[in-house]
């Protein structure tokens, strides 16, 4: 039968494919030609139809309740951004794209050999507990430079979203900022740089990640590879 024959690699370029079709288009340039006036009269039209359906949605979104709920028994937390709120959830978003990029980008580099004496074992003696997989094992060049390179992307992540430059947005906010309203379970689709974009393609990224993983471990296969796998061997 069917599943018989089901394929892990294949349903997951097929999740990839549609996760990438689906997070560009929400960068697609909200700019319109002429051709299009008269379907965007008619979406100006439908707006408040729209609006009403957007508000009846909101109001019996099961996440508005969680977010006020937290906002009232931990107001020193949800007064920040911190905790559930959509703050928090477009930060975990903005990890969850870089994470991907930096997946794949790992993927590539190992594919291409650009990691130096990637199958060489570190010394224990001469790297100490750091170079130690467990059970007397040393880690390879390799899994110490991924590693160490992760190390350093989280410190200067934590560094920019403690103390950012004055142009940047700050993961734990002023008291008294105005929170954000919960997105629903399908935030408005709005094209180019916008707020709903960015957390669309965070929530895809997050989900990307949780189906990388997944693969991975039911497969037995390890995650640059399960990536290599789902973008169809584009990268080695």
């Not at 319109?32 to 008269?38: E, K, R, V």
């Not at 905790?83 to 930060?91: D, F, L, P, S």
């Not at 990307?208 to 471990?217: D, K, P």
């Amino acid at each position: 039968d069917s599943l018989g024959h089901w394929d892990p690699a294949s349903m997951l370029r097929s999740t990839v494919a549609l996760a990438l079709v689906a997070g560009a288009s929400a960068f697609v340039p909200a700019a319109m030609g002429p051709g299009l006036t008269l379907r965007a009269q008619g979406a100006a039209q439908r707006a408040p139809a729209r609006a009403g359906l957007s508000s009846l949605s909101m109001a019996q979104n099961p996440m508005s309740k969680a977010v006020a709920d937290f906002a009232e028994s931990s107001p020193e937390f949800g007064g920040r951004g911190l905790g559930v709120t959509t703050n928090a959830e477009r930060w975990n978003g903005r990890h969850a794209m870089f994470g991907i990029f930096f997946m794949v980008m790992t993927a590539y580099f190992k594919g291409h050999g650009l990691i130096p004496d990637a199958d060489k074992v570190l010394d224990i003696n001469q790297w100490g507990p750091l170079a130690s997989a467990g059970f007397n094992q040393g880690i390879t060049n390799e899994r110490a430079i991924i590693l160490i390179a992760h190390v350093h992307v989280l410190v200067v992540s934590v560094i920019a979203a403690i103390a950012p430059f004055g142009f940047q947005d700050t993961l734990v906010k002023e008291k008294g900022y105005t929170p954000e309203a919960p997105a629903g379970v399908m935030p408005p689709f709005k094209t180019g740089l916008t707020a709903e974009a960015e957390l669309i393609n965070g929530r895809l990224a997050m989900l990307g990640i949780i189906s990388i993983v997944t693969a991975s471990l039911f497969t037995g296969t390890s995650v640059v590879d399960t990536i290599n796998l789902g973008l169809g061997k584009i990268l080695y």
